[in-house]
């Protein structure tokens, strides 16, 4: 018996039938998530998180994944066996060596983020930190969504037989998710192409969903 012949001898009877409610999107207590604070332009905020995977002989690698959050845009992905608050200066300094100064840069609390080191190098060039609520991932959605799909489309699917190759092959594959991947959000666009659209149009008015036109008091802060 399916629902829809009980939903239908509930009727008969004269009894309630429970209407379906949509599930409610998270947004987390943060008012730094993804959600609240939008960006808003290319390089306007960055978003960095780390992915842990092995090599075959069992040695730990640690991956630090750094994405434009507007252009969605694999900005660097950099592997190592280890990472310390020193190595993610050092990626946010060639970075913006090469790009420019983001306004906000968005994370979790993990260490490396909220070292001195890193603070105090973001502050010096005015960069904003973004950080989200401990446990709350969802705020810093597409971060986790680009190593989701790093994890799905790369990583479980490699054997990883030392640290060259995994670097090797991790680029291989940044540079055709820039390159050579459409994505539905920038108007089936790559990233590379919605990024090198955006020096000369409206960037906004290229996105296949319309943005939303009033704005909440804290997102003058971004501005």
Request: charged share 30%.
């Amino acid at each position: 018996m399916n629902g829809k012949r009980i939903a239908r001898l509930w009727r008969l009877e004269g009894l309630q039938v429970p209407q379906n409610q949509r599930k409610r999107r998270r947004l987390g207590s943060s008012a730094n998530g993804c959600v609240r604070r939008r960006p808003e332009r290319k390089d306007h905020v960055w978003a960095y998180d780390f992915v842990h995977e092995r090599t075959v002989d069992g040695r730990r690698l640690k991956i630090l994944a750094v994405v434009d959050e507007f252009t969605r845009e694999a900005l660097a992905i950099h592997v190592a066996r280890r990472i310390t608050a020193k190595d993610v200066v050092g990626v946010l300094e060639s970075l913006m060596a090469e790009r420019g100064v983001p306004g906000f840069i968005r994370s979790d609390n993990g260490p490396e983020f909220i070292a001195r080191a890193v603070r105090e190098h973001l502050e010096d060039l005015g960069v904003g930190t973004l950080f989200i609520e401990p446990g709350s991932p969802w705020e810093n959605a597409y971060i986790e969504s680009f190593n989701g799909r790093l994890r799905d489309e790369l990583l479980d699917g490699e054997l990883l037989t030392s640290l060259a190759e995994a670097r090797w092959l991790i680029e291989a594959w940044r540079c055709e998710y820039n390159q050579r991947r459409p994505h539905s959000s920038l108007g089936y666009l790559t990233p590379a192409a919605f990024a090198g659209s955006c020096a000369t149009s409206n960037s906004a008015s290229l996105r296949s969903r319309p943005r939303r036109t009033t704005r909440s008091p804290d997102s003058a802060l971004l501005t």
